[in-house]
T-cell receptor, first 113, second 116 residues
Framework: NAGVTQTPKFRVLKTGQSMTLLCAQD?????MYWYRQDPGMGLRLIHY???????AKGEVPDGYNVSRLKKQNFLLGLESAAPSQTSVYFC????????????FGQGTRLTVV | DAKTTQPPSMDCAEGRAANLPCNHS???????VYWYRQIHSQGPQYIIH???NNETNEMASLIITEDRKSSTLILPHATLRDTAVYYC?????????????????FGKGTHLIIQP
């Protein structure tokens, strides 16, 4: 039982490049989330999903897209990376949504130059 | 969701109890208090949550005042590994918000430093 696994752990992109971050959970959770965390700040919600095939915008969705084609996977895409998207990205999943315990991945450290 | 206020940082000696306060004076009746911690930029880790009664688990105790306007997280015997940022989050329980699907709102938390 691995919990929540994020791929990759580190990445450096050039401005304008695209990439996809993968989040996989093996707990059969319905809800999944993508957050970003900037230095000295708390986590901010980018997008979330309440089930396979569904997605919704969070607090800071601009510049990101997501997909949930399979229940266990939640993908975060950057179509044209910008230096402002340099951050640490965390994925999380919960059984019933934010009202119960959330399980987080170990993060992806992304630098856009 | 109700707003929370936490001190930006605290120190505690190793082996002593660490008491982390949180103010949530605008909390409403259907909102729970949750605590998470984040150790050195790892993913946040759930600690405990409660509604109005005091709660205890293998990690910590949560004391909620009778008027529910504040709470204290207690780590009974702090170790160096407890050095982390601790987040107090107030959130509507799933049965009231249709699942509480739209994530947790994180503030800046309290940076707890355990001194040897």
């Amino acid at each position: 039982n691995a919990g929540v696994t994020q791929t990759p752990k580190f990445r450096v992109l050039k401005t304008g490049q695209s990439m996809t971050l993968l989040c996989a959970q093996d707990m059969n959770h319905e809800y999944m989330y993508w957050y970003r965390q900037d230095p000295g700040m708390g986590l901010r919600l980018i997008h979330y999903s309440v089930g396979e095939g569904t997605t919704a915008k969070g607090e800071v969705p601009d510049g990101y897209n997501v997909s949930r084609l399979k229940k266990q996977n939640f993908l975060l895409g950057l179509e044209s990376a910008a230096p402002s998207q340099t951050s640490v990205y965390f994925c999380a999943s919960t059984e019933q949504g934010a009202g119960t315990e959330a399980f987080f991945g170990q993060g992806t450290r992304l630098t856009v130059v | 969701d109700a707003k929370t206020t936490q001190p930006p940082s605290m120190d505690c000696a190793e082996g002593r109890a660490a008491n982390l306060p949180c103010n949530h004076s605008t909390i409403s009746g259907n909102e729970y208090v949750y605590w998470y911690r984040q150790i050195h930029s790892q993913g946040p880790q759930y600690i405990i949550h409660g509604l109005k009664n005091n709660e205890t688990n293998e990690m910590a105790s949560l004391i909620i005042t009778e008027d529910r306007k504040s709470s204290t997280l207690i780590l009974p015997h702090a170790t160096l590994r407890d050095t982390a940022v601790y987040y107090c989050i107030v959130r509507v329980a799933p049965m009231y918000s249709g699942g509480g699907a739209d994530g947790l709102t994180f503030g800046k938390g309290t940076h707890l430093i355990i001194q040897p």
